[in-house]
């Protein structure tokens, strides 16, 4: 590790300051994942902070998932991509209030990417996962005893099985926390018979798209998915106002 890695902080935010530092460390490559970190009292006196101040920040960074603390061996880089280090992302868009068009806009981005990912590189036994997951949606469905809460979660299995066939575990933890992000909107589009049809047949479209491994005909299926997503929201929102 270079010397000057950590250096003297001169700012008041303290904490974030040596967050700051973590990250540029990284970026740099002075520090690489699964590197032991130096003990509490050397970057202390690297930073030249109390460890009070450092102590918070090092909860922040584990919190994230950037470092992971091991008791009675020490601090190191985490080595893997965990679903903790998208949880600012996630506060991000939960704080966003009612339905936009950045936000579709956005999960747009991620929906069509990671459904073309997973028609280059799915396995005959992902697709048949996926299948298996769109079935059982649709069983649920056609039960008496759904709830609107079981029919959200079986929609989110769907797109879970179609993150899986990525088999890229980053693209499968940052699509999860975002796809769980949606399940309030997805269960008002779904709350009647009519969206939860759109939804069935949009996951059926989906699912031979991907099966077809067609990039175009994936983001084609993706997009006519969400536009029915979009109206159904818009729909339910305009009734309540």
């Known amino acids: 590790m270079n010397s000057n890695t950590f250096s003297n902080l001169k700012r008041k935010a303290v904490a974030e300051d040596i967050i700051e530092a973590f990250k540029r ?11 032991r970190i130096p003990s ?10 109390g460890r009070s101040a450092l102590r918070e920040a090092m909860k922040m960074l584990s919190a994230m998932g950037v470092v992971d603390i091991r008791q009675g061996d020490g601090t190191y880089i985490t080595s893997a991509p965990s679903l903790s280090m998208f949880r600012p992302l996630s506060f991000a868009i939960l704080l966003e209030m ?3 068009d950045e936000l579709y806009e956005f999960r747009e981005l991620i929906q069509v990417g990671y459904c ?3 028609g280059r590189k799915a396995t005959e036994e992902d697709l048949q996962r996926i299948e298996e997951a769109n079935e059982a949606w649709v069983n649920l469905a056609q039960s008496p005893d759904h709830t609107i809460e079981s029919l959200v979660q079986q929609d989110l299995n769907f797109h879970y099985a179609v993150l899986d066939a990525t088999h890229n575990q980053f693209i499968i933890n940052l699509g999860r926390s975002i796809e769980e992000l949606f399940f309030a909107s997805m269960r008002r589009t779904i709350s009647n018979d009519e969206g939860l049809y759109r939804g069935i047949e949009g ?3 989906i699912l031979n ?3 077809s491994r067609n990039q175009e005909k994936i983001g ?10 979009e109206r159904g929201l818009r729909q339910k929102t305009s009734t309540e106002t």
């Not at 084609?220 to 997503?229: C, F, G, H, Y």
């Open 98 to 100: 009612g339905f936009t």
């Open 220 to 229: 084609t299926a993706v997009m006519e998915s969400l536009k029915n997503w």
């Open 203 to 205: 996951h059926k479209i």
């Open 209 to 211: 798209a991907i099966r």
């Open 116 to 118: 073309q990912l997973a």
């Open 40 to 49: 509490e009292i050397e970057l202390a006196q690297k930073f030249g902070v």
């Open 25 to 35: 460390a990284l970026i740099i490559g002075d520090l690489q994942p699964g590197n």
